[in-house]
């Protein structure tokens, strides 16, 4: 599967979810985008790494009356005791997805216009209010910075809020072009050892706080820091730094903890990879970083 | 004691908690008292906590089988007596008879009939408790739980024809409709009662006897003579009974020791013997008055659903004056409708009080009261089925209290769009201000106080039953019967069948129409309603019962069950059968035959990989807009016996639970089994994902509710954790101000979880507090029949299978 280009008028959308209300404020629609330049270890949407279509299992809903395996033009697919089919020389045709009576085979990612995801996002217009409208979430939305930016304009004209919820791993040209045509920005900060950085996520994050810095400046009021909590990969003098960079932030951005869940898990084993190896006790790390980033200050949203 | 106080205190600081939005919000033009900042102060008086516990135990709930004895008096001795003076004769003498129950800490007077229970199927063991009351209608059960001596004197029914036996003869010809589930056709129906107050709070009953003597002197017919003494019987009762509620409290006082209590008790005497004859001269005289006008009409309706009207407007002049005197403070007047909120609660009350919406000219007429009554259910967590109409330019600090109040998760209020509601009566025959001063009736039937009949909720239409018998040869799947000899076997195409299936469902409404006539025909004879015709408007003057067309409109509110099972089933046939030719039609029927027996993959992939009804899927609204456009379009041209108008409503109380019909509907196409739940009013099929809230309203406003003015049910459960906070506030405030943009009508919400309800069925003693909303009402949850806990815990439960929301 390509790539969305720079210049396509289509990108690969993973979900479009209605009645958001974590992605910023009000009553929202998250747009999930495909592709990603980071490799998270913790990552809650492993569907989101690469564009494309690709097939979820789950076994565990299966009836075994295997329409799959009887349209499978290789013959490969079956029942999970029989092995899923995947291996090897599956196309992702789809074929046994359009069968299952249980949803046990679902196609995840779709090509979608701007017109369609206009359209989509508008169905709700009438609930967004004055404050609520659409997030663009990913996988990483700004890596199509040149697909999203004229939906984002024209959802503006028509009152919406827009967000992106960002990684900020993303060019430099990208990062001054969101203040001037976005409402507000959701970056993550992960980790500011960039050693621990680059090991746990694939890139170290020099852009990453740059980018921060940059938005600080230049949208005061409009910029949201989620820290994701992971056990085993945050500890308490790594807390300690994020809510060390955070303080130096002139424009108090509000900050979100973002406690590690295992929510997104089972999707690992539905798209055929491994787990995560996430382990440990996940609360008293966020009690930690509550406190830490209390004292210091911080603009802390609480839930 | 305390631990009640506490609860009481941490409400009020919860409800304190809006202040600072308020503060910001200007625009409190037309409420002039901001009630939130009022009750964050109040300790509620120690004696309402004790009197709210009395009440939910019911303590002063008077014995029913009082009115069943006298009305078995007045039938057995006094049988040649003209029927509209046998109800009257029923009504004064019950008024005579029964014991004014005073619960010294109470401050409004009178007795209550709190066990009642509010249709059938629900809180079976209070079930007799209407039934030995209205004998005439009910006849005669061995089984009642009766002292001997009442008793015997109820046996005189045994055996004898009653009011409901075999009165309509094209019902009794046409019974196959209620046999197989397909429909349920009524042109009068128990209780659903909605008198203007207003007339008796601004003339007083001594006033209204003398129109009455006066109009007595006039030229009358027998009938009339018989209708003005009538009502006037009933009016000397209701004075009777003032001066025995004052006697009972003089009584009562004399024996008390505490000063307090014991002033508390003259002052309420007092309030009393004035109301015996002249009209209220204050707040708490309007309240007491009112709430005696109500116990009048329900010593004569053997049903459920009564109606205050707008009561915020209906109250007003009287709060004013006293304001305006210093007679009253608005502390007091919140204390008093808090006693008056508990006087009037009841395990099931669908006793309906509505606030705000427009005034006759269609200006806002939100006041004071509006928001103190709401306040007051806030505080006392008595829920009773308090409705509130809302408009585009319904105050922004009033929608927030409200808002707030629908947060309590009490599934009250329930919410009206007057834009919506106003609009679809004035296209009926309604004068646009009379269309402007509607009230829901009960639960959410539309009604315009003293000025139309209370016939509604009639024909409980099941469209699953229709589609089952035309895609079956005129076969019922339960039974095997062939109900309709001449349906086609096979169909070329969609649009046949569809066809067929139309031509139907107007066939069976026609002869709804026509049993329903009948019966409206027939009600004068067998329940005239002669209190109802004294708080008509023009009722003395025209000296003509309510139910024989003495009302300015006469409407017939005709039920449309449910529309998710029908909108999905007609999408799986279409498309698994016409478009996509998965299966044949003899395929899908033999399924169906099967109850899907067999079919499990079929089955589940109609129910996990088609779109249904509630996703916001544009077919599937398609679908729902033309089918009820389809069944509203039925009605027109056609007239209600006393020349009013049909009003189409949806409203599925009768589906699955009232009459039975989830075991008498075979297998729906949709994918639901015989016997599982037929989804009611807009509520999504229980099987399968469910869309969010929006998609949810989305779907619902498809529909076209200007064609629907007879109101409708729409209750629908939203996860608590989505709008905690002040966040979550706002959040609501836009679900609700962005249904009614899009056309919606009406809507409650239930913020409820399957767990605590499980809980509450372990420990009801814990949970006496939890109101849940039902169809059309709320009801205390532990007080509710296991079957129908079980009902409302699945619809709590599938609600909670929508997709998560969030990244």
């Not at chain 1, 979100?256 to 190896?277: D, H, Q, T, V, W």
């Not at chain 2, 003869?169 to 129906?189: C, D, E, F, T």
């Not at chain 2, 009048?296 to 009561?311: E, F, K, M, Q």
């Amino acid at each position: 599967m390509e790539p969305t280009g720079p210049n396509e008028r289509a990108a690969w959308i993973f979900d479009v979810q209605r009645f958001s209300v974590h992605d910023g404020p009000g009553i929202r629609t998250t747009v999930f985008l495909q592709g990603c330049p980071l490799r998270c270890a913790w990552c809650q949407n492993p569907e989101s790494f690469t564009p494309g279509r690709q097939l979820m299992l789950f076994p565990e809903v299966c009836m075994e009356c295997r329409a799959c395996s009887s349209v499978c033009p290789l013959g490969g697919a079956g029942p999970p005791t029989e092995g899923d089919g995947r291996a090897g020389a599956c196309t992702v045709c789809g074929a046994c997805v359009e069968v299952c009576p249980m949803a046990a085979r679902q196609m995840v990612g779709q090509k979608m216009s701007g017109q369609e995801i206009f359209e989509l996002v508008m169905r709700d217009r009438p609930f967004y209010g004055q404050d609520g409208g659409v997030t663009f979430c990913g996988g990483e939305p700004l890596l199509q910075w040149r697909f999203i930016a004229p939906i984002a304009d024209l959802m503006r004209r028509q009152g919406l809020h827009v967000t992106v919820d960002t990684c900020a791993a993303v060019p430099q040209q990208t990062v001054e072009a969101v203040p001037g045509r976005l409402d507000l920005v959701l970056a993550d900060l992960k980790l500011i050892d960039s050693e621990k950085h680059l090991h746990w996520t694939g890139q170290d994050n020099t852009g990453i706080l740059a980018a921060i810095r940059y938005w600080d400046r230049e949208m005061p009021g409009r910029l949201w820091i989620s820290v994701p909590i992971i056990p085993g990969v945050h500890d308490k003098e790594e807390i300690e730094k994020i809510g060390g960079f955070l303080a130096t932030l002139k424009n108090e951005p509000v900050v979100r903890i973002l406690p590690f869940e295992r929510f997104g898990e089972s999707k690992y084993g539905a798209l055929g990879m491994s787990k995560p190896a996430i382990v440990g006790d996940v609360e008293p790390l966020v009690e930690g970083a509550r406190t830490v980033f209390l004292q210091q200050g911080l603009n802390l949203m609480v839930y | 004691m305390e631990g009640r106080l506490t609860e009481i205190t941490s409400i009020v600081d919860r409800s304190g908690s809006m202040d600072s939005v308020l503060d910001e919000d200007k625009n409190l033009a037309t409420v002039e008292h901001d009630f939130t900042e009022l009750t964050k102060g109040l300790d509620l008086d120690f004696r309402t906590e004790i009197l709210r516990d009395r009440v939910r135990r019911f303590e002063d709930d008077a014995d029913p089988f009082v009115r069943g004895r006298i009305a078995t008096q007045v039938y057995r001795d006094l049988s040649d007596l003209p029927v509209v003076l046998k109800r009257a004769e029923i009504m004064a003498r019950v008024l005579e008879t029964i014991q004014p129950v005073v619960l010294p800490e109470e401050k409004i007077l009178g007795a209550v009939y709190r066990r009642r229970r509010v249709h059938e199927g629900i809180s079976d063991p209070d079930a007799w408790r209407v039934r030995v009351a209205f004998p005439e209608q009910h006849g005669y059960d061995e089984r009642w739980p009766l002292p001997e001596a009442v008793r015997q004197e109820l046996k005189w029914w045994a055996n004898r024809k009653t009011d409901r036996q075999g009165a309509n003869p094209l019902r009794q010809k046409n019974a196959w409709l209620a046999k197989y589930a397909i429909a349920n056709p009524h042109g009068s129906v128990n209780g659903h009662t909605l008198p203007d107050h207003g007339i008796l709070l601004e003339a007083g009953i001594g006033e209204l006897r003398r129109q009455i003597a006066e109009r007595l002197e006039g030229v009358v017919t027998d009938p009339q003579h018989n209708q003005l003494k009538a009502m006037d019987r009933c009016l000397e009762g209701l004075s009777i009974y003032c001066l025995r509620c004052a006697k009972t409290a003089r009584e009562q006082a004399d024996q008390m020791d505490d000063p307090a209590l014991k002033t508390r008790l003259e002052e309420a005497a007092t309030n009393c013997e004035t109301l015996a004859s002249d009209p209220p001269t204050d707040f708490y005289g309007a309240l007491q008055l009112i709430f005696f006008s109500n116990f009048v009409d329900l010593t004569d309706n053997p049903g459920d659903a009564y109606s205050y009207g707008r009561i915020d407007r209906l109250l007003y002049p009287f709060y004013r004056s006293d304001l305006d005197s210093g007679r009253l403070t608005p502390e007091d007047a919140f204390e008093l409708v808090c006693y008056f909120l508990i006087k009037i609660w009841g395990a099931q009350p669908s006793v309906n009080l509505t606030v705000g919406g427009v005034d006759e000219h269609g200006e806002d007429a939100t006041n004071d009261l509006s928001t103190l009554f709401l306040e007051a259910m806030e505080t006392t967590e008595m829920t009773v089925d308090l409705s509130v109409r809302l408009h585009r330019n319904t105050p922004e600090a009033f929608l927030r209290t409200v808002t707030r109040v629908v947060r309590k998760g009490f599934g009250r209020p329930s919410l009206y769009n007057d834009d919506v509601t106003v609009e679809a009566l004035i296209r009926t025959d309604i004068e646009a201000a009379d269309a402007r001063d509607y009230a829901p009736l009960g639960c959410v039937e539309v009604m315009i106080p003293g000025r139309s009949a209370y016939r509604t909720m009639s024909m409980g239409l099941s469209l699953p039953k229709v589609l089952e018998l035309v895609l079956n040869g005129g076969r019922c799947l339960v039974t095997g019967d062939r109900v309709w000899e001449d349906v086609p076997e096979q169909f070329e195409n969609f649009e046949t069948l569809l066809l067929e299936y139309r031509k139907r469902v107007r066939a069976i409404l026609e002869l709804g129409v026509e049993i329903i006539r009948v019966d409206e025909k027939i009600e004068p004879g067998i329940r005239p309603r002669p209190w109802l015709t004294v708080l008509s408007r023009g009722g003395i003057e025209d000296a003509v019962d309510l139910t024989a067309g003495q009302p300015k409109y006469d409407p017939v509110g005709v039920t449309l069950d449910g529309v998710a099972d029908i909108v999905n089933s007609l999408y799986v046939v279409r498309k698994l059968v016409f478009s996509d030719e998965r299966v044949t039609l003899d395929e899908l029927r033999d399924a169906l035959r099967a109850n899907w027996e067999g079919y499990e993959g079929l089955r589940q992939y109609v129910i996990n990989r088609l779109p249904r009804f509630g996703q916001d899927d544009p077919e599937l609204n398609a679908i729902a807009r033309a089918e009820t456009d389809h069944y509203a379009t039925c009605f027109e041209g056609k007239k209600t016996f006393y020349g009013g108008q049909f009003w189409p409503m949806i409203f599925g109380v009768s589906t699955s639970l009232i009459y039975g019909r989830a075991p008498k509907t075979g297998a729906t196409p949709s994918g639901r089994c015989r016997g599982e739940t037929l989804a009611m009013s807009f509520q999504p099929s229980p099987a399968g994902p469910q869309g969010c809230a929006t998609a949810m309203l989305r779907s619902i406003t498809a529909i076209d509710f200007l064609k629907f003015p007879g109101g409708v049910s729409n209750v629908q459960e939203i996860d608590p954790s989505l709008v905690q906070g002040e966040d979550g506030m706002q959040r609501l405030v836009n679900l609700i101000r962005g249904f009614f943009d899009l056309g919606g009508m009406e809507v409650s919400l239930n913020f409820l979880d399957g767990k605590t309800l499980r809980e509450a069925q372990q420990n009801p003693d814990r949970h006496r507090h939890l109101m849940v909303r039902l169809f059309g009402l709320s009801a205390q949850f532990v007080n509710l029949s296991p079957k129908v806990q079980e009902s409302v815990i699945e619809r709590v439960e599938s609600a909670s299978r929508r997709p998560l929301s969030g990244g």
